[in-house]
């Protein structure tokens, strides 16, 4: 745990280091500021209530997760210190956990930041606390398995361009195919679609019901994904 602590550690360091760390979460926190003052949040007589917010958050995140992730194995691969850190005493395992780590931590960071809103909407409002706490949970389940995703398009290249859009591309259009097509399939195709449905998943979260098989989901895809990015790592040794 010693190890994948010095690697998380390093990592984070390294994003906020880094402009583009500060460049994805005020593009983040931009996109969602547009989005609570268009659906007019705060207008008198309106609910008190992110659900807008929340509603377009996950396919926000399809874009926002990959940029974070991207650079976590491709520069090692760029700048050659890979090499370094796969004959250092620590296992794939240990350094992939702690990038992943790492850019799971500053992307939960970057969440926090638009608990501005809810202290906006205690003041001028009476919000469901019960239903936001359960939707922002289920935006870091979505940023868990996300981010396992943007750590294995990483794992592919070493380029980080490449990998944003290895990470964002196949995330944007599943999320939005499998939630345009559930609705239209029928039979057993309409089942799958529905137990892999991201924006579905997400959904429950946001209504306030906090689900066994939600969060089984969310786990097991994130961890199916650092399992891929271990074995691709571990390819590179016979390379």
Do not use: H
Request: hydrophobic share 55%.
């Amino acid at each position: 745990m010693r190890n994948v602590t010095a690697i998380m550690q390093r990592e984070l360091l390294s994003l906020f280091w880094s402009p583009i760390g500060y460049i994805v979460i005020a593009g983040f926190l931009l996109i969602t500021g547009v989005i609570v003052l268009v659906s007019e949040t705060f207008a008198p007589g309106q609910p008190a209530s992110l659900r807008s917010m929340f509603q377009y958050t996950p396919l926000i995140l399809t874009i926002i997760i990959p940029a974070i992730s991207m650079r976590a194995l491709s520069e090692e691969y760029r700048t050659g210190t890979i090499e370094t850190l796969t004959t250092a005493p620590i296992t794939d395992f240990e350094m992939v956990f702690g990038k992943y780590l790492a850019s799971l931590a500053f992307y939960v960071i970057m969440l926090a930041c638009t608990l501005v809103y809810l202290v906006l909407l205690e003041i001028f409002g009476n919000p469901d606390w019960g239903a936001t706490l359960s939707a922002y949970f289920g935006l870091v389940l979505v940023g868990v398995l996300f981010t396992a995703f943007g750590i294995f398009a990483s794992s592919l290249t070493r380029n980080q361009i490449v990998a944003w859009i290895l990470g964002a591309v196949p995330l944007l259009l599943f999320a939005w195919f499998s939630f345009y097509y559930v609705s239209r399939a029928e039979g057993w195709v309409r089942e799958v679609l529905q137990q892999v449905n991201v924006m579905g998943r997400f959904e429950q979260f946001a209504r306030g019901s906090v689900t066994t098989d939600g969060l089984v989901f969310f786990l097991a895809s994130a961890a199916f994904f650092l399992f891929v990015s271990v074995k691709v790592v571990e390819s590179r040794r016979w390379r």
